[in-house]
């Protein structure tokens, strides 16, 4: 592909593939693929299982759209761009009034960062422990994590959302910004979860004596990674315990 016809977006990759599919599925596998790419793979089941439903031109415009995004992201940094996306293209009028879903404008999200942590984060090294009932595509999260955006490494965010489709996107949104985050497939209010996935900056700290050896190499690090976690399982019952406890 020339430069002269290179899309400048992701949303039109995306809106490419849609000429032969719904615009929802698209994205459902957009997301689903380029949260198991991210994940230092840990999800290489997942990404096989959606990999299968799509031909392979299909699948390298997916990686292109990846990679489109990445840098659009560099140019509007901390903006939820997918769930922009997600709410004008990809979920209908009535899927939203059914649902409940609506895209919190990044305006509103930075006003609720700075009411939740007006002063920054705690001085020292220590983690902070974050928990968002609701996330969506992460906006509060990545709005949150711009106010303290020099030392965001502290944080610790648990992430819940019913929508599988949100789950992935903030997935894509808090591992490219590098917000260490456990993200959980759940119902807040039933309080059920069926699922979790930790993202590398959440299992980082895990392999940081890897980082201060010489002879360690990304390759050794890809090894390891997967036999820290089992990824996509529910949360055990402790967890949920803990959840509980923080949700009351």
């Known amino acids: 592909m020339s430069k002269t016809n290179e899309p400048t977006n992701f949303r039109k990759i995306i809106n490419r593939i849609a000429y032969g599919h719904d615009t929802r599925k698209v ?25 299968k439903r799509w031909k392979p031109d299909e699948l390298s415009l997916f990686a292109q759209a990846l990679s489109t995004l990445t840098m659009e992201m560099e140019r509007r940094p901390f903006e ?22 609506f895209h919190t404008p990044k305006a509103l999200c930075d006003l609720m960062a700075k009411m939740t942590m007006p002063d920054g984060l705690p001085p020292g090294d220590d983690k902070v422990t974050v928990c968002e009932p609701a996330c969506g595509a992460g906006a ?4 949150l994590a711009e106010s303290v955006a020099p030392q965001r490494r502290r944080l610790r965010v648990t992430a819940i959302d019913i929508n ?7 997935f894509i949104n808090t591992t490219l910004w590098g917000i ?27 392999l ?15 090894q390891v990674i997967p036999l820290l976690i089992e990824q996509g399982v529910p ?11 923080a949700l009351a």
């Open 27 to 51: 994205f459902d596998g957009f997301v689903r693929l380029s949260a198991c790419a991210l994940a230092a793979q840990t999800r290489e089941p997942e990404y096989l299982e959606e990999a």
């Open 80 to 101: 939820d761009l997918l769930g922009a996306y997600y709410m004008e293209f990809a979920l209908s009028t009535k899927g939203q009034q059914w649902n409940g879903e």
């Open 140 to 143: 509060m999260i990545l709005a």
């Open 164 to 170: 599988k489709t949100a789950c992935d996107m903030t």
């Open 180 to 206: 260490p985050t456990k993200v959980i497939h759940g119902n807040t209010i039933s309080q059920e979860f069926w699922s979790q996935w930790f993202n590398f900056h959440w299992l980082s700290p895990w």
């Open 208 to 222: 940081q004596p890897m980082g201060n050896n010489p002879d360690a190499t990304p390759d050794v690090a890809a």
């Open 235 to 245: 949360p055990s019952p402790e967890e949920v315990e803990q959840l509980s406890l």
